[in-house]
T-cell receptor, first 114, second 113 residues
């Protein structure tokens, strides 16, 4: 079962910041939050991940609340090419080898408007 | 392009036929994962390999499904006696070690008529 909940859809004006929320209230202390996006008919693309500190890379920023029960992905200047389904994922341990697997939810469909 | 590749990209088959998909991971990645994605849903984990060893299989992976990674490089996913409910996108991903992010291929879209 998915460990995250996201709004099904959002719109954002081109050039503005897109703020995508995610709830993960049952996350465990050692479980990371990952964000991927999927453009139509392509495989998911990695964006960013974090545990408890805020993170930033060339694509986005990730803000995680202090209690770790929710997070927000920020695309600082959305472009039309950012139109995609964005998945907030909790990475869980798959087995005793320590390998991880992703539990995807249904994601947020972001539409960037010209 | 040195990313994850999958073949074929599309497969249409009749119910009851067998199909096989191939995944070529990023060359140095030792972990390989298979996911299935149906329309409007996020990907669902099916199984994964550490080198050639298959270490976990989801309950979604019925007896009709089998996956191999014989030399720890490419992997195949075979579905026997396909059913209409098998219609989905089958995604492959790979990672360098268990700690690193997974990189996904473009997927194979299966349609069972």
């Amino acid at each position: 079962d998915a460990k995250t909940t996201q709004p099904p859809s959002m719109d954002c004006a081109e050039g503005r910041a897109a703020n995508l929320p995610c709830n993960h209230s049952t996350i465990s202390g050692n479980e990371y939050v990952y964000w991927y996006r999927q453009i139509h008919s392509q495989g998911p693309q990695y964006i960013i991940h974090g545990l408890k500190n805020n993170e930033t890379n060339e694509m986005a920023s990730l803000i995680i609340t202090e209690d770790r029960k929710s997070s927000t992905l920020i695309l600082p200047h959305a472009t039309l090419r950012d139109t995609a389904v964005y998945y907030c994922i909790v990475r869980v341990v798959a087995d005793t080898s320590g390998t991880y697997k992703y539990i995807f939810g249904t994601g947020t469909r972001l539409k960037v408007l010209a | 392009d040195t990313g994850v590749s999958q073949n074929p990209r599309h497969k249409i088959t009749k119910r009851g036929q067998n199909v096989t998909f191939r995944c070529d991971p990023i060359s140095e990645h030792n972990r390989l994962y298979w996911y299935r994605q149906t329309l409007g849903q996020g990907p669902e984990f099916l199984t994964y390999f550490q080198n050639e060893a298959q270490l976990e299989k989801s309950r979604l992976l019925s007896d009709r499904f089998s996956a191999e990674r014989p030399k720890g490089s490419f992997s195949t996913l075979e579905i026997q006696r396909t059913e209409q409910g098998d219609s989905a996108m089958y995604l492959c991903a790979s990672s360098l070690g268990h700690y690193n992010e997974q990189f996904f291929g473009p997927g194979t879209r299966l349609t069972v008529l």
